[in-house]
């Protein structure tokens, strides 16, 4: 218990007395971090972001990792890795990498069960439910970051989303216990643009769990890029799908902490990033 109220202390100051940042996926921008991740981070502090979130280390360890942000100027906010890396006897390195690089956070990036059986999703909700109280005797955030199937496919009448941490109040087979949701020691990180393309609205779900989501997905929820180039594909561009001017003051009034801008489809371009900074500098 002492865990979860730090953790949930430390949230809410942060929220109590700062509006959004804004940091960026390196996912975004992949290909240009992989030929050169330092430059590439250079250019995105350059434009005005001040964190950076990633999952994939170009090559580098923990203290390179560190290295390169620090050299950049930006803060590593968060790393997004897979279910596997929360499992023992791999949770403790990946403690010890965040540790090592200086990040307070894991994003859950992914993760598809099947609709069909509950029981795929209940194993996720137990790896991160021992993995967050585990990280929280560290000073380490867990999340879970959503994609669209959370909210396109259902357990019951309900979306996975809410399942996962609502649970649907009837007909899911129980055996020696009830089964358990989503600790309050999980935070979420949801994807703006993902939960739109599913059939979601972020507004409704920030609402559902107020105080929860310390990083947050900015990404253009574009459906059709064909016939799209580089700087077209930018948060608030022509077929984004989202309403950000109702999105934004929505999360900020919830305290979220970072923007996390992931526009996706040129990973070889850095024109989109700055074409979406420059979209919520406005907002």
């Given at each position: ?11 809410a ?21 992989e030929r ?10 350059a ?27 930006l803060e ?16 403790a ?57 959370e ?12 399942w ?25 990180e ?14 409704a ?6 105080r929860?989501?310390?990083t ?11 016939g799209?180039k ?33 526009p ?20």
């Amino acid at each position: 218990m002492r865990a979860v109220a730090a953790v949930a202390a430390c949230f809410a100051a942060a929220a109590a007395t700062a509006a959004p940042r804004l940091a960026f996926q390196a996912y975004a921008v992949r290909d240009l971090c992989e030929r050169d991740f330092a430059a590439t981070l250079k250019a995105a502090r350059a434009m005005g972001y001040e964190g950076v979130e990633t999952g994939r280390l170009f090559g580098l360890d923990a203290k390179g990792l560190k290295k390169a942000c620090d050299e950049a100027g930006l803060e590593l906010i968060a790393l997004q890795l897979y279910p596997h890396n929360l499992v023992e006897p791999q949770l403790a390195e990946t403690i010890r990498f965040c540790r090592d690089c200086g990040c307070g956070r894991i994003n859950v990036a992914w993760f598809k069960g099947s609709s069909a059986n509950p029981n795929d999703w209940q194993l996720l909700i137990n790896v991160l439910n021992h993995a967050a109280e585990e990280c929280a005797k560290h000073g380490i955030a867990v999340a879970y970051h959503n994609h669209d199937h959370e909210f396109r496919e259902k357990i019951g009448a309900r979306n996975i989303w809410d399942w996962l941490w609502d649970g649907d109040g009837r007909g899911v087979q129980r055996q020696t216990a009830p089964t358990p949701r989503f600790s309050p020691l999980v935070l979420q990180e949801i994807d703006c643009g993902n939960c739109v393309l599913g059939g979601g609205d972020p507004v409704a779900c920030i609402a559902a769990h107020p105080r929860r989501n310390p990083t947050v997905h900015i990404m253009p929820a574009i459906a059709d890029t064909a016939g799209l180039k580089p700087g077209q594909c930018g948060v608030g561009s022509q077929r984004d799908m989202a309403d950000w001017q109702r999105i934004v003051p929505a999360l900020a009034a919830d305290g979220v902490e970072w923007l996390v801008v992931k526009p996706t489809v040129f990973p070889g371009s850095l024109a989109d990033l700055e074409a979406s900074i420059d979209c919520l500098r406005k907002l």
